[in-house]
């Protein structure tokens, strides 16, 4: 299984369980994104929280490994929206989502921590919208997030740089909401959030989501998830994919 889902102390925890592929993304790890989601419907926790095993790596975006068989823009497409669909249903929840970047986010599994309500970043985390480099954008609607979340200039720049972040660099601008050295600085987040009662936060949430609708977010993502099924398909993006996944053959 590559995932887990945990409740406990009224917080549901998606943990991505693949580190020997640094938290990469699959099929498998989809269709739990979408467990979860029917789950906090079930099960109505207080706070959802999205991480992964291992210290090295909160996820290093799509399994490229996988992914590299997509080839047109018409084979990545369904892929890209599957997963931009799932991460719009969990950004609009109606309960807080924390992500607790446990290490490395990039690509894609940046966008994930950035679909999330609340970063509590590890201080040896880096973090980036590396995309750039394999000549895509964001894909599963992580630029238009990050242009929700925090300057546009910020976001600009961090999607546009397509580097990775260092967690004070991500704190200084605006990305990460807390970096926390270990598991108490967690704790100590979630003890002071739990001293407000459930419904206030979902009452926020709600406004939060309201705001989403009226700016036709869900447009805009999906507009977000065709550029980059047509960046796709150029030699570029699969020229760069070969490359990291030959880097040491
Ligand atoms: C589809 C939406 C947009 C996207 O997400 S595009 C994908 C963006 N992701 C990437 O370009 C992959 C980036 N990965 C990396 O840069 C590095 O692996 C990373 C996260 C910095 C970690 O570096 P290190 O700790 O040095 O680990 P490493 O590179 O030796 O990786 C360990 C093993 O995991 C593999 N891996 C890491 N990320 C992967 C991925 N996304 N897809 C497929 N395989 C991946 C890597 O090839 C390596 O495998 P092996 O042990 O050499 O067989």
């Given at each position: 299984m590559s995932y887990k889902i945990d409740l406990s102390g009224g917080i549901l925890t998606f943990t991505i369980d693949r580190p020997h592929?640094?938290?990469a993304i699959n099929d498998e790890v989809i269709q739990g994104l979408e467990e979860l989601v029917a789950q906090v419907?079930?099960?109505?926790?207080?706070f959802?929280?999205?991480?992964?095993?291992?210290?090295?790596?909160?996820?290093?975006?799509g399994d490229l490994s996988v992914y590299?068989?997509?080839?047109?823009?018409?084979?990545?497409?369904?892929?890209?929206?599957?997963?931009?669909?799932?991460?719009?249903?969990?950004?609009?929840?109606p309960v807080p989502v924390v992500a607790l970047v446990n290490g490395m986010a990039v690509g894609g599994g940046c966008?994930?921590?950035?679909?999330?309500?609340?970063?509590?970043?590890?201080?040896?985390?880096?973090?980036?919208?590396?995309?750039?480099?394999?000549?895509?954008?964001?894909?599963?609607?992580?630029?238009?997030?990050?242009?929700?979340?925090?300057?546009?200039?910020?976001?600009?720049?961090?999607?546009?740089?397509?580097?990775?972040?260092?967690?004070?660099?991500?704190?200084?601008?605006?990305?990460?909401?807390k970096v926390v050295e270990s598991e108490a600085g967690v704790e100590a987040f979630f003890q002071s959030m739990k001293k407000i009662r459930p419904e206030v936060h979902r009452a926020y949430k709600e406004i939060a989501?309201?705001?989403?609708?009226?700016?036709?977010?869900?447009?805009?993502?999906?507009?977000?998830?065709?550029?980059?099924?047509?960046l796709w398909e150029a030699d570029a993006h699969h020229d760069?994919?070969?490359?990291?996944?030959?880097k040491k053959k």
């Open positions: 592929i640094r938290n419907h079930n099960h109505d926790p207080q959802v929280i999205i991480t992964a095993s291992g210290e090295q790596a909160f996820c290093s975006g590299q068989h997509l080839r047109t823009r018409n084979e990545a497409y369904p892929m890209l929206k599957k997963m931009g669909d799932v991460l719009y249903r969990i950004k609009t929840l966008e994930i921590a950035t679909a999330c309500d609340y970063r509590l970043v590890r201080s040896h985390a880096k973090c980036g919208f590396i995309q750039g480099t394999l000549a895509i954008t964001s894909g599963w609607g992580g630029g238009t997030y990050a242009m929700e979340t925090i300057p546009h200039a910020e976001a600009l720049k961090m999607l546009s740089e397509a580097r990775v972040y260092t967690a004070q660099e991500l704190l200084e601008n605006g990305w990460a909401t989501i309201r705001k989403w609708q009226s700016s036709h977010l869900k447009d805009r993502v999906n507009e977000e998830i065709r550029l980059c099924a047509e760069a994919v070969e490359r990291f996944l030959n």
